[in-house]
Nanobody, 124 residues
């Protein structure tokens, strides 16, 4: 089992940057591919980015491609989401999730473990 805790959210002006972190418990973190999802008010949760177990491959939603970067540090049991050029429409609760399979999945049903989320608010 994996427990995930996100941090790094906050309030930022449009055009600014934030770096989200997700720390995992346990010694099997490197066996999981990881993903970031987000849920805006009155909207369904949506895929943002994913990374394979080794970190060699990544996948992004079209809406964040070129602005967000997902990375991981298996020695620290952590995955990160660097968010640049933020827009008001990026406002949401951001969740990290763990997938025991190969990875780069965009469907939340493929992820077994979830964090509690961290709020990101981008003002115009």
């Amino acid at each position: 089992q994996v427990q995930l805790v996100e941090s790094g959210g906050g309030l930022v002006q449009a055009g600014g940057s934030l770096r989200l972190s997700c720390e995992a418990s346990g010694r099997t973190f490197s066996r999981y591919s990881m993903g970031w999802f987000r849920q805006a008010p009155r909207k369904e949760r949506e895929f943002v980015a994913a990374i394979t177990r080794s970190g060699s491959l990544t996948n992004y939603a079209d809406s964040v491609k070129g602005r967000f970067t997902i990375s991981r540090d298996n020695a620290k049991n952590a995955v990160y989401l660097q968010m640049n050029s933020l827009k008001p429409e990026d406002t949401a609760v951001y969740f990290c999730a763990a997938d025991p399979d190969y990875g780069l999945e965009t469907s939340e049903s493929r992820y077994d473990y979830w964090g509690q989320g961290t709020q990101v608010t981008v003002s115009s």
